[in-house]
């Protein structure tokens, strides 16, 4: 599962403001967020600019032993599992947005997108190499982030279902610890 955040207006607030402050306000920011990602234990996978993004990676498909319906149940559980992890970590991101625009008394907004979907993982050059994603999963999370109003967080259908899963199997949860 993928996250992508924007800071909303960068470019021109850019221009607004002397570099040293743009530095500190991206540098505050993403400190914030970096704490959010540590909590859940997800990887950092780059900061672009303003960019912030962010994956929760998932076991390939029967990994976790033979396949068959076990291993497809494991691997929705993860990703559902992913998906709410991923959520809080949007959520936290938003606050941190919300507390620096009342601390800077700076109008200041982001937008989120979250999918999931393959990836393929790997280091890229030999001079400052780089580790980096590719696949649906990276191209729908920045599609859905540029396509979220400010302030929210855009998710595919493929987040939602496994949102509406795991919501599912904690009230499944919560009636068997009642019985």
Same mark, same amino acid.
């Given at each position: 599962a993928v996250l992508q955040l924007d800071v909303c207006g960068f470019t021109a607030m850019s221009?607004?403001?002397a570099p040293a402050e743009i530095a500190r306000m991206l540098h505050t920011l993403f400190?914030?967020?970096? =704490?959010?990602?540590a909590r859940r234990g997800y990887f950092?996978? !780059?900061?672009?600019? !303003? $960019?912030?993004i962010v994956a929760a990676f998932l076991p390939r498909s029967g990994c976790r032993g033979g396949g068959g319906s076990d291993?497809? =149940?494991a691997? &929705?559980? $993860?990703?559902a599992e992913a998906c709410e992890g991923l959520m809080w970590v949007a959520g936290e991101m938003l606050a941190v947005v919300a507390d620096y625009r009342r601390e800077a008394r700076r109008e200041i907004r982001c937008r989120i997108g979250l999918a999931v979907g393959p990836v393929i993982v790997g280091v890229l050059g030999r001079l400052q190499p780089r580790f980096h994603v590719f696949g649906q999963g990276i191209c729908e999370a920045e599609a859905r982030e540029q396509?979220?109003?400010?302030?929210a967080?855009?998710?595919? &259908?493929?987040?939602?279902? &496994?949102?509406?899963?795991?919501?599912?199997a904690a009230s499944s949860r919560a009636e068997?610890? &009642?019985d």
């Open positions: 221009v607004s403001m400190c914030g967020f970096d =704490a959010a990602v950092k996978m !780059d900061t672009v600019g !303003d $960019a912030y291993s497809a =149940a691997a &929705a559980a $993860a990703e396509s979220s109003a400010a302030g967080v855009h998710l595919t &259908a493929a987040v939602l279902r &496994a949102l509406s899963r795991a919501e599912a068997a610890a &009642a």
